[in-house]
Nanobody, 124 residues
Framework: QLQLVESGGGLVQPGGSLRLSCAIY????????VGWFRQAPGKEREGVSC????????IYADSVKGRFTISRDYVKNTVYLQMDSLKPEDTAVYYC?????????????????WGHGTQVSVSS
């Protein structure tokens, strides 16, 4: 069964850190670009960060540059999003997504698989 499973979300105070994981089951991650997207209440889903199939290229939204880091582990078939210096405006459901069309396609929303999401809440 092909699926992406996110974990690592939770409640954290402003300035804190979380590491999200996206574990891939049923297919090999090697040929997929993978991205993290988020959707806050009442807002549209937005891209947060993406990483190429080779791991050599990464993209970050301006709002998270310098605070978030995306990485991938080919052995564990998992992609991570390290989130530091969290702000209340980072509160959202975070989704993992994978696609074979490369980074440009992923950013354009051409996605083969979505995860079910994990809640991140930043509040004091």
């Amino acid at each position: 069964q092909l699926q992406l499973v996110e974990s690592g979300g939770g409640l954290v105070q402003p300035g804190g850190s979380l590491r999200l994981s996206c574990a891939i089951y049923g297919f090999t991650l090697d040929y997929y670009a993978v991205g993290w997207f988020r959707q806050a209440p009442g807002k549209e889903r937005e891209g947060v960060s993406c990483i190429s199939s080779s791991g050599n290229t990464t993209i970050y939204a301006d709002s998270v540059k310098g605070r978030f880091t995306i990485s991938r582990d080919y052995v564990k078939n998992t992609v991570y999003l390290q989130m530091d210096s969290l702000k209340p405006e980072d509160t959202a459901v975070y989704y993992c997504a994978a696609g074979t069309g490369g980074l440009a396609a992923l950013v354009a929303g051409i996605i083969d698989y979505w995860g079910h999401g994990t809640q991140v809440s930043v509040s004091s």
